[in-house]
């Protein structure tokens, strides 16, 4: 059974900080890449960053050195260190593998005040 649990988002100011987990179930955790997405109102979802597991990380241009992504191959858990929030960061994050799976999770609100 696939089950993504996010966690961690919240009402934060600019310039502030968050950091967001992800527990997986261990079938979906097989693949080899995980990613963090995202989905403000009336937006698409979005890919942020994504995570192999061997620990190369890629990031859309708009959180590059801002946010970080990890992963515990032994919790099945990832990982989103935000930083330096912007209110265009604004949005529901999501985790889910890459090229992402049909299912979603419910998401993980993160609000940034200007």
């Known amino acids: 059974q696939v089950q993504l649990v996010e966690s961690g988002g919240g009402l934060v100011q600019t310039g502030g900080s968050l950091r967001l987990s992800c527990a997986a179930s261990?079938?979906?955790?097989?693949?080899?890449?995980m990613g963090w997405y995202r989905q403000a109102p009336g937006k698409q979802r979005e890919l942020v960053a994504t995570?192999?597991?061997?620990?190369?990380?890629n990031y859309v241009d708009s959180v590059k050195g801002r946010f970080t992504i990890s992963r515990d191959n032994t919790k099945n858990t990832v990982y989103l260190q935000m930083g330096s929030l912007k209110p265009e960061d604004t949005a529901v994050y999501y985790c889910?593998?890459?090229?992402?799976?049909?299912?979603w999770g419910q998401g993980t609100q993160v609000t940034v005040s200007s």
């Open positions: 889910n593998a890459y090229p992402s799976l049909t299912y």
């Open positions: 995570v192999t597991r061997g620990g190369t990380t």
């Open positions: 261990e079938r979906l955790f097989r693949f080899n890449i």
